[in-house]
Structure formats: structure tokens, C-alpha cells
């Protein structure tokens, strides 16, 4: 298939290298360079996709960023991503890419019907349809709507591809490389200034590509070229294309999204596709440019009319002709430029102008190359269904309200010019109050919130001369202040064609007799009628008309169609623009990936993996692991063929019969130094610690001030000054910041230090009736009798010339110790310790028989200590002491903490010692009662009993002080059980706590 | 995201720290005599203002100091940081 509509030569391409590529099934052929855009309109096709709610045909309407139809279904090395603009995606060997919101196919779209059923769907009409019947909406609406809606589908396998993150600091971001953004670059880099310059397209230069104007003697390009290889080599700049900055965030931080590889057809080895970039910049300078405003006409949606600065650099970019028969529609000099392109290249256009009588250089020159051009006249509607066929055109009265007669003449696109918008959008997001400017009837930046200078055409500021007179001072000036130089630099000689003012109208009447849809936001398909129907029913602010007809809220954000709907609003509210305002600009200025965002915080890299010294030993010996916040825990060791109840069963029973041994390493352990030491803990736990002898440990609860329990362990004196911390895995970072928060804010007196431990030891607890004789094969030396080690005693030892710390200290409430060497020694101290067990059966154990153990003795955990329980709900106000102040202590007076049915945890038996309990079920009185049943208290905790060989629970109960003996009944909705139960004590094993001390 | 000078530090992103809540709040003595309100004051009640703000942020992934700002809770805008013992201003 032949290019039919690419020029023999020109443009920007490579023309040596020709590229195939496949759109809705079909092969074509394009060359280096083009976008999927170009390469299709060479093509000459323009018929790409469906409106979002008429399912109108939509072709191309921009050449970039601010497209709001041609949005296609990417298929790259065997991955898909929906909502590509084809007018952004660079063509690569091999592309592929089917339109989207279609069904069944482009050509023939289902959805259409919604055009001829406009009833169904005009302004608010999702609100209203929400208040209507419900059923019908469920049979009737939502079924035709799901199945025609939709830009695209998201691919749900995993994405290979890699995204990163990178932080950057500069003293200036330039975002946009036009001649505003080369120009403050250069004089920024000259200075010294570290200096970013990001350009979203391929290609830098911006306006400079497609305008014929020249700078100190050289082309437009020709100069954007030479300085742009200029700073490339020097060592203070960062010269990025494919790089949007896309927000502007506080403090100056920006975020820039660089597209690595998107253009590729696979990803390089060891690149991301996609980086995105957190700048910190001293100096923001943005050089973003400005969008052609549409002018709005009947039928104005049709493929084929587009923004004349579109057409003209697809001829001047990539050697594209979108018609061969234009018709050039404008109301300033803009689209002049456009048409006498097209004369260049041997295209006949017309232009329409909508003013009476303009006259400038550019004009001069159109009329000199023989231009037919039409003053006072504008498109009234297009006319062609899939493109553009003819135009009904006509004269237009001075005061633009009475249209002559109509005449239709041929054409095959139409190309319209309606002024500038400037891009304000990365002002307005750092908080800029932007400002309404006359002249050119946009809004450009008012004064600077955050460091943000904004220049050239985003300003509002059309000519070049004055742009890089402009651009160059402000990138000397703002350099100059951070660096100290001052490098003066000369401005080139400027020549451009000097304009005529534009006209302020930009919406042709509707004729008579006639109901065209004059289309504002062509994503959304929001026409001038939505607009007017909304202000009938009572809207008013442009934030509420915005939601309501949904203007601007597709993915392009509006970009061409919000200050239109403005301009609407104020005309028939009679306002004026400011008056009404405009809506909020928010990040991101264009859609961004999710994959970008996430960058490599997916899967096991979503969060740190820690792992204990004694790892590989568990991997080696089969356990299945389980995460425990960041770190990973052998859940339990699988022999043979066991399932997981199978094994945690065998290991808890081996700990109450023989010894085991389980990795403590994760524990949170503090190292509190200090004359002031016990004092701290004295006010830290709610119990005594003034006189706690060296080499004793004792168990201690701390509370938040509210009165909740925060987190419980034991902390050991190792010696007069210093102690020996532990928390619960969870907590081990809260419990740091909560010491550090109240020495360095609240009790600055106090005389202590504390650093988290953690990492420094490897702990295993040794557990068992057998562990003291295994002790003492690892301690030959030390007298580790009842006499010698007793509970909750503390002594150092070596362990075969390792330095070791032995805690007597149960969780599992047998006879158990703690043994801790320095965490390079972990793997060593474990072997040894499997080594010498043998002999007594010592076998490793899990998280999950380290659970039953702790549920069976009712030993309190995370799972009861849940941030809404006080001490007596879990049985630790024994440990309160009566004589001293202490965290939280004043809280426990509340009248809710002292009621006399108050919560309390009780142990839980299913009357058929049978079925298992599940976590978070609640208990009631009577499993009967019409719903809502009353709740009395919840399963905090379950686990198979290896002492009884029965089921057993830990529950906090109201009034479980009292309910011992009491049978009431477990339900659990979302399992769908209800359980006979009896409510025990919590202590189920050893309730008199003998073995510990044995 | 915040940049948040560290008086021990420097210049570091907002994602080195934790925000600690409104720094005029005093906790009351030890085994002080207090009123409930008093104490309903000290662990509950808290100003929503929107401006000027005297608030307490760690630097948990730096020096571990709790420092004191002075932030815009409506703009973000940061007049001063402070030692943890420094005198305000
Ligand atoms: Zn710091």
C-alpha cells in the first residue's frame, strides 16, 4: 500500500528507513520518525475511533499532547496498554494497534445508535438516570452502556517491563525545549547553573520546528539544533526529550515522566520503559508553550477538521498532507502560516477568515502566492459522515450574529484556527492565581506562588523577538542568583512576520432551521447544547457546570476545549470571562502510567525483605515461610507430605514434651544506657523497675498516654547502666520513636540513650521440659541449675569462644531460655544448638507452633494487644503499680476503663472438642436471636491445643471476668459456622505458671 | 512533597520524616494533680488551624531528632524549624 498522502520530500523522518506496522488488522507502512498518527494520515486514514458517548467517527484533531480522539489500543512485544495517543506514540518496526470504544468494529459501531438517540444522553445524564427506577437501570442501561463504553482495556497479566524512580536536584528545570526553553537554558548553563531541560515529543525545539522565522542568520530549526548540541556537552546540563513534566508539586518538587523506551519495539536489556523523575529544583522556568484554541461549528467532531497548526506540522514534521482539497478556517493569522504551507507544496487551500478586513505581512503574502481567501466568512457546519466531504460555508455579519446564505463548497479536511491558549497548567498547579488577560482572551500566570518563572507563549507573549528577549534575562538572572556569575550574552537578530490581532469570535451561529451539534469537548463529547441546558437547570458555578456535563474531565483534561466552554458560559451569562472563572488544574497535566508511578515497588520489591542469619539453615531444612511485617519467618518445617496443621502440631507437641528451638532473631530488642535508665522504664512501664537487680530480667507492659496497651516484653539489666530491651516484632520502630519522643521532648533531664539493637543479635529460644540439658551442653562451663539460671535470670557466657547473652525467659510457658549471639554468629550458634539437641530430640518450630504454644497459656500478642485494649482486658493489671506515675497511668481513670461488665480475655472450647474456631468470629448469647444479634465479644485467637488435642481460642469477652463456665455460641457469618462453645479460663496449660520455674 | 530543614541536618525530602502532632502541647508532670479536662486536653483535644502551625516531626530516617516546625497547614509553606530544646522565637 502506497503513502498516497506523503510529500516526495520534507519533513523531519528518515526517509531510508521504512517501517511496516498494523492499525485494526491492516499492514502499512510508515518511515522513522513518524508518530502512529502520521504514518496513518500518509496513509490516508483518518477514521481511527469512536466517540465516548455518541460513538461519533473520530479521526485526528492535534498533532500532540492536547489530542482528545485519536486514542488506540498499543500492542509492543507482547504486551498490551490502552489509551495510547496515537498523535504521542512513536511509530516502531512491527507496531500494532486497534481502535478502542468500537464495538463491533470502526466502521460499523454499534454505539452509533446513541447519536440518533441523543434523548438518552444529554447533560447530567448519568446523574439522572441514577434517580430513576432502579430496576431498569440494572436490565436496561447499564448492560447497552458497559458493553458500548470504555477507552480500551487493561491488560491483566503481570507487566514485565521495569519502571524507576530517580530523584534529581538542580537550580533550574526547564520544562519545554521552544525557543523560550533553549533560550533561558543557554544563558542558565553559560552562568554555571546545574540546568534540566525537559521536551515531551521526540524532537526539541517545539514552535521553532514548524515556523518560518529566523534567528541570528540561521532557520528557526537550524538554531534550536545548534543550541541544543551546544548543551548537550556541557557538564552542568541534562537535556531530556520524551520527558513530560507532569506535576508540580509542594516545595518546588516537580515530577517528570521520561518514556525510555515506548518508542522501541522491545525494551532494552537492563533499561526501563518508563523512569520517572522527582526533581528539586531552586528555579523552575516553565517554557510549555500554548495549544490552538478550536473554533466551534456544526458537525465540528467530523474527521478531517483539525487544529491548523496540526496540519501544518504534519507537512513540515513529517512531510504529511492531511488533504489534499483543504479548507483553512481561522480568526487570526495562525492558519495563514498553515495555508501557504500547503501552497508550497503545491496543495491549493482556501481560507476562511472570520474577520472583515485584517491586513498584515503574512496576509499580504498569501494574497501574493494566490490564495483564494474569504473575509467575513466561517465553516457553519461540515458535511461527510467518516471524513470531511464539503463544507457549508457563509458570510458572517460584522457583529457575527446574522450568517448569509450558505453555500457548500468541497473540501476534504478542515483546518481551524480559533488563537492560542496558553499552557498554564504547571503555574496554576504551584499555586500561581492565574489571571485573565484580554487580548488574547486566555488566562496566563499571575504572580509566582513557589520559584516559578513563566515565559514565552505560556505567558501569553506570541512573538519570538520578545520571547527570547525574555527567556534569555530570565535565564541569566535566576542563574545568576544562585550561582554568582554573571555571563552577558548577546541576542540574536530576530526575524519574524509581525501579526494582525485576532478576532474574538470563536462559535458560528447556529442557522436557522438547523440543529447541528457544535461539539466544546470532543473526548467527552460535551456540545455547546449540554452546556445551555445545564445552565437552564440552575448551574452556576463553572466547577458544577464542569461535573455536570463532564467538560474537560476526559483523559486530555480539556486542553482544548475548557477556555470554549468558558467563553460560552460568560456569553450567555452575560459575564465576562474572569467573572466565571476556571476550573482547578491538577496533576498530572497528561495521563501518566501506572506502572511509572508504582516504579519498582511491585511484588517482593514493594517492601524490604529482612532476613535472620539462620535463613539459609531454615531454607535447607524445608521451612515454608511466612511473612512477619518485613521480616520472613519459618511458618513451620515441612516433613514428607505434612500439611501445615500436621506440622505445627508436632512441633508445639515436641516443645511440651522434648525441646525445641525457634528462631527469636525478629524480636525488637533496644539497648537503653544511661545513669537516668531505670528511671525512663520506671515511667515507661506500668509496673516497678527502680530495683530490679543486675542480671535479672523482668516482663513489663507499656501504654499509649490514652490508656491503651501499646506493647509488652521483657527487658533485662545487663548491667548498672545499662539495659536490654525487648519488644514485639510489630512494634519495634513505634516503641523506639515513643523512648525517643519523650527523652528528647518530654523528660529532657533524663540522662539516657537507646539505639535499636535488632540487627546486632540472633536470638533462638530454647524451649522444653528438656532445654536445661541442652543447655547445658552448650554451657559446659556455667552453673545454669534452677540455682545458677533462675526464671526470668540473665548471665553472659561464650558459646565455644562466642560471645553469648542466655536470658531465662519463657513465651511458650515451658521451662525456656533465649540465647543470644551477635547476628554473625547466628548460623553458628544455631547448628550448634541442632548439633548438640540431638540427643534429646530437639527439633526447630515455627510462628505457627510458637502461636498455639503462646494461645494454650493464654499469653497475651498482637492479636489481643489490638490498640483497643487496657491492661485488665488482658489480665496485665497486676502489673500496675499503685505508688508511682507512669505513661498513661492518669488515662486509666476513665469511667469506660472501670465498668463493671468491662471486657476481659477468657480461653474458648467448642463443646464438641472438634471443630475449629475461626479468628474474629463473634460470640452471643444466643445464636437464635433475630439480627442484629448482640454481640458480646470476639475470637481473638485460635489454635489445635496440643495439651488437651482439642480445639482452644483466646476471646475478649464482656463481663469474662465473670463468664467462666458460662456456654454461649461462636458465630462466624462470612464462614457461615455457628459453634457451641464454653467459656474456660485463658490460662488452659499450667495455669499455676510451675514449668517456667522448674 | 516537603522539603523540611533538619536543624542537625539539613535541607531533607518530607520522606525522612514522621509527623508528630501539634508541638505547643505540653504533657503535664509526673504525679501531678490534675483536673479530667486538663488531662481530656493533654491526650484528645487538638486545634484544626488552618495557617500558622507549630508542629513536631521526627527525623526517622536521618538523625532520629524530633524537631519543630513552623508550617502553613494551608499553604505548606515552612517559616522555621527548630531544635527540640530550642527557644522559639
Ligand atoms: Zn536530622
Known amino acids: ?140 442501561y447499564e448492560p447497552f452502556i458497559r458493553k458500548a463504553a470504555g477507552l480500551g482495556v487493561a491488560s491483566t497479566k503481570h507487566d514485565k517491563e521495569r519502571y524507576e524512580h530517580k530523584y534529581e536536584y538542580c537550580d533550574l528545570l526547564i520544562a519545554g525545549s521552544g525557543p523560550s526553553g533553549l533560550a533561558s537554558a543557554y544563558a542558565a548553563a553559560k552562568n554555571g547553573a546545574t540546568v534540566i531541560l525537559a521536551e515531551d515529543k521526540p524532537r526539541f525545539g517545539g ?190 455579519s460584522d457583529d457575527k450574529k446574522q450568517l448569509g446564505a450558505i453555500e457548500n463548497i468541497n473540501c476534504d479536511c478542515i483546518c481551524v484556527s480559533g488563537f492560542w491558549t496558553p499552557t498554564i497548567h504547571l503555574a496554576s498547579q504551584s499555586g500561581n492565581k492565574t489571571k485573565f ?116 474531565m476526559a483523559t486530555d483534561q480539556g486542553k482544548t476545549s475548557n477556555l470554549n466552554g468558558l467563553q460560552l458560559v460568560s456569553d450567555i451569562e452575560n459575564k465576562v470571562v474572569p467573572a466565571v472563572g476556571h476550573t482547578t488544574f491538577r496533576p498530572p497535566y497528561t495521563p501518566i502510567s501506572i506502572g511509572a508511578i508504582v516504579g519498582r515497588e511491585v511484588g517482593k520489591h514493594s517492601k524490604p525483605t529482612r532476613k535472620s542469619p539462620m535463613h539459609s539453615w531454615h531454607e535447607k531444612n524445608n521451612a515454608v515461610f511466612v511473612d512477619a511485617g518485613v521480616w520472613l519467618r519459618p511458618r513451620y518445617y515441612k516433613q514428607g507430605s505434612e500439611t501445615l496443621f500436621e506440622a505445627s502440631k508436632r512441633e508445639a507437641k515436641n516443645v511440651r514434651t522434648n525441646v525445641g528451638i525457634c528462631d527469636v532473631t525478629t524480636l525488637g530488642k533496644i539497648d537503653i544506657k544511661g545513669p537516668d535508665a531505670a528511671e525512663l522504664l520506671n515511667r515507661v512501664y506500668t509496673n516497678a523497675w527502680l530495683k530490679l537487680p543486675v542480671g535479672k530480667a523482668r516482663y513489663g507492659v507499656m501504654l499509649r498516654e490514652d490508656g491503651i496497651v501499646m506493647d509488652d516484653g521483657t527487658t533485662t539489666r545487663i548491667s548498672e547502666n545499662h539495659y536490654h530491651m525487648t519488644t514485639t516484632t510489630a512494634q519495634a520502630a513505634n516503641v523506639l520513636s515513643h523512648l525517643e519522643y519523650y527523652l528528647q521532648l518530654v523528660w529532657p533531664e533524663l540522662n539516657v540513650n537507646v539505639v535499636s539493637t535488632t540487627e546486632q543479635w540472633a536470638g533462638a529460644a530454647i524451649a522444653g521440659p528438656k532445654s536445661r540439658k541442652l543447655l547445658e551442653k552448650l554451657f559446659p562451663n556455667n552453673d545454669v541449675s534452677n540455682e545458677g539460671l533462675p526464671f526470668m535470670g540473665y548471665m553472659e557466657s561464650e558459646l565455644f569462644g562466642v560471645k553469648a547473652r542466655i536470658f531465662r525467659i519463657s513465651f511458650s510457658g515451658e521451662l525456656a531460655y533465649e540465647v543470644n549471639v551477635e547476628s554473625d554468629n547466628g548460623q553458628f550458634m544455631w547448628e550448634k544448638i541442632i548439633e548438640l539437641g540431638q540427643e534429646f530430640q530437639v527439633q526447630p518450630y515455627g510462628t505457627e507452633a510458637l502461636s498455639t504454644l503462646r494461645i494454650e497459656m493464654g499469653h497475651v500478642a498482637g492479636s489481643e494487644l489490638d490498640g483497643r485494649t487496657i491492661s485488665y482486658d488482658t489480665s496485665l493489671e497486676g502489673l500496675i503499680s499503685k505508688k508511682k506515675d507512669f505513661i498513661g497511668k492518669r488515662s486509666l481513670n476513665r469511667e469506660a476503663f472501670n465498668s463493671s461488665d468491662r471486657q476481659k480475655i477468657v480461653g474458648v472450647v467448642p463443646l464438641d472438642k472438634k471443630t475449629s474456631i475461626p479468628e474474629g468470629s463473634h460470640l452471643v448469647k444466643d445464636a437464635q436471636a433475630p439480627l442484629p444479634n448482640k454481640k458480646l465479644g470476639h475470637i481473638s485467637a485460635s489454635c489445635w491445643s496440643v495439651e488437651h488435642d482439642n480445639p482452644f481460642s483466646l476471646a475478649i469477652l464482656k463481663d469474662g471476668k465473670n463468664m467462666i463456665g458460662e ?32 | ?33 490534675i483536673s479530667d479536662e486538663e488531662w481530656d486536653n493533654f491526650v484528645y483535644n487538638r486545634k484544626s488551624l488552618r495557617g500558622k502551625h507549630l508542629e513536631l516531626w521526627q527525623h526517622l530516617s536521618g538523625c532520629r531528632q524530633w524537631i519543630k516546625v513552623e508550617r502553613d497547614t494551608a499553604t505548606h509553606e515552612i517559616f522555621n524549624t527548630y531544635k527540640a530544646d530550642e527557644e522559639i522565637s
Not at chain 1, 323 to 337: A, I, M, Q
Not at chain 1, 493 to 498: I, L, R, S, T
Request: net charge positive; charged share 25%; proline share 5%.
Open chain 1, 207 to 396: 514552535s521553532l520546528l514548524t515556523s518560518d522565522v529566523n534567528i541570528g542568520n540561521q532557520s528557526g530549526e537550524d538554531w534550536a539544533n545548534s543550541i541544543i548540541s551546544e548543551l548537550k556537552e556541557m557538564p552542568n546540563v541534562v537535556v531530556k526529550n520524551r520527558s513530560q513534566v507532569f506535576g508540580y508539586y509542594d516545595h518546588n518538587m516537580l515530577v517528570m515522566s521520561e518514556k525510555v523506551s515506548d518508542h522501541l519495539p522491545k525494551t532494552k536489556k537492563h533499561h526501563p520503559k518508563q523512569r520517572l523523575w522527582y526533581i528539586r529544583a531552586k528555579e523552575v522556568l516553565i517554557s510549555s508553550g500554548s495549544i490552538e484554541r478550536p473554533l466551534v461549528f456544526g458537525n465540528n467532531d467530523t474527521p478531517g477538521v483539525m487544529l491548523s497548526s496540526a496540519a501544518k506540522e504534519y507537512l513540515k514534521v513529517y512531510g504529511v498532507l492531511v488533504g489534499k482539497n483543504p479548507l483553512v478556517f481561522t480568526n487570526n493569522d495562525s492558519g495563514y502560516e498553515t495555508a501557504i504551507e500547503f501552497k508550497k507544496n503545491g496543495v491549493n487551500p482556501i481560507i476562511l477568515d472570520s474577520r472583515v478586513n485584517p491586513q498584515s505581512e503574512i496576509i499580504d503574502e498569501a494574497i501574493n502566492l494566490g490564495i483564494k481567501i474569504k473575509f467575513s466568512h466561517v465553516v457553519v457546519a461540515a458535511q461527510g459522515y467518516k471524513k470531511v466531504s464539503s463544507a457549508d460555508i457563509a458570510k458572517i
Open chain 1, 437 to 552: 488577560k484580554e487580548e488574547i482572551d486566555a488566562f496566563v500566570p499571575g504572580t509566582s506562588k513557589q520559584k516559578e518563572t513563566t515565559l514565552g507563549a505560556a505567558n501569553g507573549i506570541f512573538t519570538l523577538e520578545e520571547t527570547l528577549k525574555d527567556s534569555f534575562i530570565a535565564g541569566q538572572d535566576l542563574s545568576k542568583k544562585i550561582t554568582n556569575n554573571d555571563n552577558k550574552i548577546s541576542f540574536p537578530n530576530v526575524v519574524e512576520k509581525k501579526s494582525s490581532q485576532h478576532d474574538k469570535f470563536w462559535c458560528v451561529p447556529m442557522p436557522k432551521g438547523k440543529s447541528y451539534k457544535r461539539f466544546l469537548d470532543f473526548q467527552n463529547d460535551v456540545a455547546v447544547s449540554d452546556i445551555e441546558i445545564a445552565l437552564k437547570e440552575g448551574y452556576r458555578s463553572i466547577e458544577h457546570v464542569k461535573r455536570y456535563t463532564t467538560l474537560g
Open chain 2, 1 to 33: 512533597m516537603l522539603h523540611i530543614k533538619c536543624p542537625h541536618c539539613g535541607m531533607r525530602s518530607q520522606n525522612e520524616f514522621s509527623y508528630g502532632g501539634d508541638a505547643s502541647v505540653k504533657r503535664p508532670d509526673l504525679n501531678k494533680e
Open chain 1, 967 to 998: 456456654k454461649l455460641f461462636v458465630m462466624s457469618p462470612l464462614k457461615n459456622k455457628v459453634i457451641p462453645v464454653e467459656i474456660v479460663s485463658s490460662h488452659y496449660v499450667d495455669p499455676k505458671g510451675e514449668r517456667v520455674r522448674s
Open chain 1, 1 to 140: 500500500m502506497t503513502q498516497k498522502f506523503r510529500l516526495e520530500n520534507g519533513g523531519l523522518i528518515n526517509r531510508d528507513k521504512k517501517l511496516s506496522f498494523k492499525f485494526n488488522g491492516k499492514t502499512y507502512y510508515g518511515y522513522e520518525g513518524d508518530t502512529l498518527a502520521s504514518a496513518l494520515i500518509a496513509n490516508g486514514v483518518h477514521l481511527v475511533g469512536r466517540s465516548f458517548k455518541y460513538h461519533r467517527p473520530r479521526g485526528f484533531f492535534g498533532a500532540g499532547v492536547d489530542e482528545p480522539y485519536a486514542i488506540v489500543q498499543l500492542y509492543r512485544n507482547n504486551e498490551t496498554e490502552p489509551n495510547i495517543k496515537a498523535t504521542e506514540q512513536e511509530l516502531f518496526e512491527g507496531l500494532v494497534a486497534k481502535s478502542v470504544n468500537c464495538w463491533p468494529s470502526v466502521n460499523f459501531d454499534i454505539g452509533a445508535i446513541n447519536n440518533f438517540l441523543k434523548i438518552f444522553l444529554p447533560a447530567g445524564f448519568y446523574y439522572k438516570t441514577f434517580m430513576w427506577p432502579k430496576s431498569f437501570w440494572y436490565r436496561v
